[in-house]
């Protein structure tokens, strides 16, 4: 069965019971600043499931277009993705569990609608607490239609309660149904656990109101909400073992890995599911950004980059994202309304990220290499999200990769130091350079004194520094010498920088009196005045200099040091400007 025939056969028999069709709602929720996007076709409905009056009725029916980003890290398995489609029916204040589920066994077994074996199929009911008694009205019905008692499994509130968690409001047990998608027969006790058993659908009855004391009162007005994966269940109905094997995402994922020069069924289908996401999400007019769904949509459109570059896909994502604003806009017209901006943003996003990947991966390659041990420490997974727009995610990802960890919570004291900063309007007071101490500016703090040291060796010990620039792309660093450089020199002074970054040395400092600073020898400006105590940084035996820092540990986190102009500034003060790659 078509993916679309779903679709319709689930409207037409839910309005042949009764049910008003309502359209589907925005992926971002229009009343509810709690959470960034729609994760169920309820979320539209909750005003009505806390007992407003529905224009459209008691029972409604609908297709939800969800985003589920909790599930990202699962997405590359059979059956979860981060944009879906819900089927869902509801009764607000109508008919409870007796008909929801002989409405939902009917529909999945009849003939007439999706015909599926009975003899595959297998629920889950709430188990019961010290609260709350285990659920046996719902046992009962299953019963008596036919579910066999090995078929029917019963998990605590973790796993078969809705309500929202340690709240007040209306709450109650839910029943989910599995299909056995194995290739064998499927054994006679249902366990959950079993990966070959999947949950397709769930109904969701609200009976109780839960009270500030923590008390389980029935409510007045009970209703039922039920959720239906169309992506999984597609699956189950065209024989496939995966929901990117059916006729919805089949041809999306079939151009990826014609793509792709180093197939990984993995990759390609983050790569899919990412892009799907991350063209309905745009859909909405979102753009990508640093904050709230802007940021979720970066995260979404950069991971699906990365995995494309692992599988040595070469091409945009235009193409590809064509063919899903063409394949769904039929349903969703907001996707060929939106298309430019799709697109454009897309491409945008994309660029951004390919000069920014390309840094930031050499970096962590270099700290993880350097590193040598385990842990990464928060301040480089700051620095990559932070200079090189790595979520947080992806960073998690390339350790795994690598078999290191991440202080995740170093990196969130970071992030939140920053939100305060930022919030309090500082960024002006602390971007002046030296309050900065991201790694990509600590890089070419250090390089800068390399450069200085080798200008003097090159040029003489006549060269002084005039001036100083850096920021998180290049350094700047102006000094007295009246000829222009030769290219020689240049080759010269830039093989001397590389030369020391090559040999791994430690950088280290001492906090020493003035008077003592300066007879060490250490490079200062003679005219300037200094405090009583100053920091000598010394990068081995090469070079010394007064200096407040930051700098990094090791010359080898450095990498490659190119000079991409000399040019002149005044007379007899020269510029050079040059990059770490
Ligand atoms: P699972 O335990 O498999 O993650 P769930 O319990 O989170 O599922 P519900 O919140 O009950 O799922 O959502 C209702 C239905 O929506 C599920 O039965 C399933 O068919 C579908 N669904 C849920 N999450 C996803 C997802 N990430 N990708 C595709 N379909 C999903
Ligand atoms: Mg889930």
């Known amino acids: 069965m078509k993916t679309r025939d779903l679709q319709k056969l689930y409207l037409e028999f839910f309005s042949s019971k009764g049910h008003a069709i309502l359209p589907s709602s925005s992926l971002i929720p229009e009343n509810d600043p709690t959470v960034l996007f729609t994760t169920a076709g309820m979320h539209p409905l909750v005003p ?21 980003t909790p599930d990202i890290e699962e997405v590359g398995d059979e059956v979860h993705l981060t944009f879906f489609e819900m089927l869902g029916n509801w009764s607000l ?35 019961g607490d010290k609260d709350c008694p285990k659920d046996t009205e719902s046992e009962k019905i299953w019963l008596s239609l036919g579910i066999p008692k090995e078929r029917i499994a019963f998990l605590p509130k973790a796993d078969n309660w809705w309500g929202p968690a340690g709240l007040t409001g209306p709450c109650g047990p839910d029943t ?32 109780y109101n839960k009270t500030p004391e923590g008390k389980y009162i029935p409510l007045k007005q009970k209703n039922v909400d039920t959720g239906m994966g169309l992506e999984r269940t597609s699956a189950i109905l065209q024989g496939k073992s995966s929901v990117y094997e059916t006729d919805l995402l089949q041809p999306i994922i079939s151009r990826i890995s014609q793509l792709s020069k180093n197939p990984n069924t993995t990759s390609e289908r983050i790569v899919t599911d990412h892009l799907r996401a991350a063209v309905f999400i745009l859909a909405e007019n979102i753009p990508p950004s640093n904050v709230e769904h802007g940021y979720v949509l970066r995260k979404l459109i950069r991971r699906a980059l990365r995995h494309s570059r692992l599988l040595g896909m070469e091409e945009s994502f235009s193409q590809l994202a064509t063919l ?42 270099r700290e993880a290499q350097i590193l040598k041990g385990k842990i990464i420490s928060g301040k480089i997974v700051f620095d990559l999200y932070q200079s090189y727009g790595f979520p ?8 795994r990769e690598k078999k290191l960890k991440i202080d995740e919570q170093g990196f ?12 309090k309007g500082a960024e002006k007071k602390f971007s002046s350079g030296l309050a900065d101490q991201s790694l990509a500016t600590r890089r070419l703090h250090t390089a800068t004194h390399l450069l200085h040291q080798a200008l003097r060796i090159v040029l003489g010990a006549h060269v002084q520094q005039k001036g100083s620039n850096i920021t998180s792309e290049r350094l700047r660093f102006d000094f007295s010498n009246n000829e222009k450089l030769s290219e020689k020199q240049l080759k010269k002074i830039e093989s001397l920088v590389n030369k020391n970054i090559s040999q ?58 190119r000079i991409l102009k000399e040019e002149a500034v005044s007379s007899g003060v020269r510029r050079i400007k040059a990059v770490l790659e």
């Open 48 to 68: 009505f499931l806390l007992g407003n009056p529905h224009p459209a009725g008691k029972r409604v029916a609908s297709i939800q277009k969800c985003i589920r």
């Open 176 to 207: 989910e149904m599995f299909y056995w998608a194995g290739k064998e027969q499927p054994p006679k006790k249902f366990s959950p656990k079993d990966k070959q058993w999947v949950e397709i659908w769930n109904d969701v009855f609200m009976q």
């Open 412 to 423: 969130n004291d970071l992030l939140k130091q920053h939100q305060e900063l930022s919030k």
């Open 93 to 127: 204040g109508d008919y409870f569990k007796e008909d929801a589920i002989k409405m939902s066994y009917e529909f999945l077994t009849s003939k007439k609608y999706l015909g599926l074996a009975k003899e595959k199929l297998a629920v889950t009911c709430f188990a």
């Open 504 to 561: 791994a040395i430690e950088i280290t400092y001492k906090e020493l009196p003035l008077d003592q600073a300066r007879k060490t020898g250490a490079l200062h400006f003679f005219d300037q005045k200094y405090p009583e105590k100053v920091r000598v940084y010394s990068i081995g035996s090469f070079s010394k200099e007064f200096c407040t820092g930051p700098h990094v540990e090791n010359t080898a986190q450095l990498g490659k040091f």
């Open 392 to 399: 947080l995610e992806m960073t998690k990802e390339l350790a």
């Open 324 to 365: 899903i604003i063409n394949q769904y806009s039929q349903q969703y017209p907001e996707l060929s309304k939106n298309k430019s901006f799709i697109l454009e943003e897309l491409s945008k996003e994309e660029e951004k990220f390919r000069t920014a990947l390309e840094k930031g991966t050499r970096i962590f390659e």
